[in-house]
């Protein structure tokens, strides 16, 4: 069965440093998303992404957060200076077409220190 | 008022068991609706999508009333192996909207032998 695949599993950053968290997305899928889940509380929606731009995203996702197709097959979410409010489990997700259910990877849990 | 709201339980039944969960929405434009499956700190996995005729996946039985916008599962004869938070979610489409999944908090169910 196709996968989503994320790296790294975990990372410890310390505040006020950038990361990036990688996501290989099922290769006949078009619709790419990010995810996260403060530990404890319910998936909330960051950002979508189609045709190689962003189609929509959420109030978390300010100025700090961006994301990135650099190559037609990853694709990335940059946090670029983290805040402890940051740490959270962050999932990519996947979808053939917008009205499907998505297919999640494993997700990064993001621990800032 | 939350957008998608669940009883977060927990629900202790014994194995064999039938239990029901249940589930709001408050977008009446909600277009796509899903049961999804996570297990402690793991990806949420698509347990099966909900169609307003009512669908059924081996033990697993999913309803859909748009006129109260209200979501069901039924579990039937309970296996150790079902138990996991069980998260209702709605895929809101159109009006520009990418289709961003939006997640109850989940109602987490602990079968017991």
């Known amino acids: 069965e196709p996968e989503v695949t994320q790296t790294p599993s975990h990372q410890v950053t310390q505040m006020g440093q950038e990361v990036i968290l990688r996501c290989v997305p099922i290769?006949?899928?078009?619709?790419f998303y990010w995810y996260r889940q403060i530990l404890g509380q319910k998936v909330e929606f960051l950002v979508s992404?189609?045709?190689?731009?962003?189609?929509?995203k959420s109030e978390i996702f300010d100025d700090q957060f961006s994301v990135e197709r650099p190559d037609g097959s990853n694709f990335t979410l940059k946090i670029r200076s983290t805040k402890l409010e940051d740490s959270a489990m962050y999932f990519c997700?996947?979808?053939?077409?917008?009205?499907?259910?998505?297919?999640f990877g494993s997700g990064t849990r993001l621990t800032v220190v | 008022r939350k957008e998608v709201e669940q009883d977060p339980g927990p629900f202790n039944v014994p194995e064999g068991a039938t239990v029901a969960f249940n589930c709001t929405y408050s977008n009446s434009a909600s277009q796509s609706f899903f049961w999804y499956r996570q297990d402690c700190r793991k990806e949420p996995k698509l347990l099966m999508s909900v169609y307003s005729s009512g669908n059924e996946d081996g033990r697993f039985t999913a309803q859909l009333n748009r006129a109260s916008q209200y979501i069901s599962l039924l579990i039937r004869d309970s296996k150790l192996s079902d138990s996991a938070t069980y998260l209702c979610?709605?895929?809101?489409?159109?009006?520009?909207?990418?289709?961003?999944?939006?997640f109850g908090q989940g109602t987490t169910l602990q079968v017991k032998p």
């Open positions: 290769s006949n899928h078009l619709y």
């Open positions: 997700a996947s979808s053939p077409d917008q009205g499907y259910g998505y297919t």
């Open positions: 979610v709605v895929n809101e489409l159109g009006s520009g909207n990418t289709g961003k999944l939006i």
């Open positions: 992404f189609y045709n190689n731009e962003i189609s929509e």
